[in-house]
């Protein structure tokens, strides 16, 4: 995935100003996919020259507003329906596994101590993100709970996988 169409995907529910995509952004995509202010005006400036999205509304104090254009959204099904999703299979805590046995026994269950309140806190913050928004039926609410639910899963998970190795490593 890449910013751009992060910011494509976001502009095709409706029109938004980079304020207003920083705050999708932080409601929505930074679990997936954070991106700083900084990241997302300079992406509306690419996307801009490049004609996937336009100008559609200017403002006081310089504010824009930005609409997908027919040439945005073709490229966002393309995206969606013909480029193989980067399945990144790099993982700094799995290499760090494979190596625990420099470690002495307490350091590595430590770590895996570490790994598993991680993925606790993680979950409880995506708990709370939950809680705090106001679900609705538009697709952005509609997906971004799939999206949200994968997280809780995923973190579930790593933290059971965590504590049962730790179990693994003190059982010998």
């Known amino acids: 995935m890449s910013l751009r169409h992060a910011v494509l995907g976001l502009l095709a529910e409706k029109p938004a100003s980079g304020y207003d995509l920083m705050k999708l952004f932080e409601s929505s995509l930074s679990n997936a996919w954070p991106a700083t202010q900084s990241q997302v005006y300079g992406e509306l400036g690419k996307l801009t020259d490049a004609g996937l999205i336009e100008v559609v509304a200017e403002g006081p104090r310089g504010r824009k507003e930005y609409a997908i254009t027919e040439p945005g959204l073709a490229e966002l099904r393309h995206w969606l329906t013909e480029v193989e999703p980067s399945r990144v299979r790099r993982s700094d805590l799995l290499l760090r596994v494979f190596f625990l046995g420099v470690l002495t026994p307490l350091e590595a269950r430590t770590y895996l101590a570490t790994e598993a309140a991680r993925a ?35 973190s579930t998970a790593q933290e059971e996988w965590a504590r049962w190795a730790a179990g693994q490593l003190e059982a010998g």
């Open 120 to 154: 606790e806190r993680q979950r409880k913050g995506l708990t709370e993100l939950e809680a705090s928004i106001d679900w609705g039926d538009d697709p952005i609410s509609v997906h971004g709970r799939l999206a949200l639910e994968y997280g809780l899963r995923i």
